[in-house]
C-alpha cells in the first residue's frame, strides 16, 4: 500500500513537470497578468507541535496544479517525518488573494499514512486540513507558513490527530523547467 502511495503520488508530480510551461504562461514564457502557476512546494517543519509526545521534523513535497473548477484547484504531496512517518494523498485547495503579495491558502485532503516509528493516528486512512499564509514574489514565487493537522476523522478506534506547522517554499513549475533546459 505504502509503495503503491508513493509511485503514483511520484508519478504525478513528474506528469506535472514533464508539461512544460503551466497555462498560466503566453507562448513566450511570460506569465499572464494575475495567474498563478502550477508549483512544486517544499517544505519543512515541526511535526506534533500542539501534542508534543511525537515531535519530529517534518518535510513535504507537494504539485500544486494552476487549473480547477472556480476557485478549487487540486494538489498532490508526500510528507515524511523524521521518525519514519510518511503520508501521501491529495485534494483540493483554495487561494484568496490579499493584494498583490499576500496570498491565504486552505486546503484539505486524504491520503494514506504509515506511522513508521513515530505517532500512531488510528488509520491507515488519515484526513489533512491547512491554512497557510504566503508571501509571493513579482517572479510568482512564494514562502509561505502554514499550519494543518491530519487525523482519521474518528474513523479508526483510536483518533489522536497530530498538528504541523511547515515553511513552504512554492517554485513555479514553468521556471524549473526553463531551468531544466525544456
Known amino acids: 500500500m505504502r509503495e503503491r502511495a508513493v509511485l503514483l503520488i511520484l508519478a504525478m508530480l513528474i506528469a506535472g513537470l514533464w508539461a512544460g510551461r503551466s497555462v498560466a504562461q503566453e507562448a513566450d514564457g511570460s506569465m499572464k497578468e494575475n495567474a498563478d502557476p ?17 515531535e519530529a521534523a517534518d518535510f513535504r513535497l507537494e504539485y500544486r496544479h494552476d487549473e480547477g473548477i472556480w476557485l478549487v484547484k487540486p494538489w498532490a504531496g508526500l ?21 498583490k503579495h499576500i ?11 504509515e506511522e513508521g516509528s513515530g505517532k500512531d493516528l488510528g488509520s491507515t486512512l488519515e484526513f489533512r486540513s491547512q491554512a497557510e499564509v504566503a508571501w509571493r514574489f513579482d517572479d510568482r514565487s512564494r514562502l509561505a507558513l502554514a499550519f494543518s493537522h491530519i487525523s482519521n ?14 515553511l513552504y517554499y512554492h517554485l513555479p513549475i514553468g521556471r524549473l523547467s526553463q531551468a531544466l533546459g525544456q
Open 38 to 54: 502550477a508549483y512544486l512546494s517544499v517544505g519543512a517543519g515541526w511535526y506534533d507541535l500542539v501534542d508534543g509526545e511525537d
Open 79 to 99: 510528507e515524511l517525518t523524521g521518525d519514519g512517518g510518511l503520508w501521501a494523498g491529495g485534494g483540493a485547495l483554495i487561494d484568496v488573494d490579499l493584494g
Open 103 to 113: 496570498v491565504l491558502t486552505g486546503a484539505t485532503g486524504v491520503g494514506a499514512y
Open 153 to 166: 476523522a474518528g474513523i479508526g478506534d483510536d483518533n489522536p490527530g497530530t498538528e504541523i506547522v511547515t
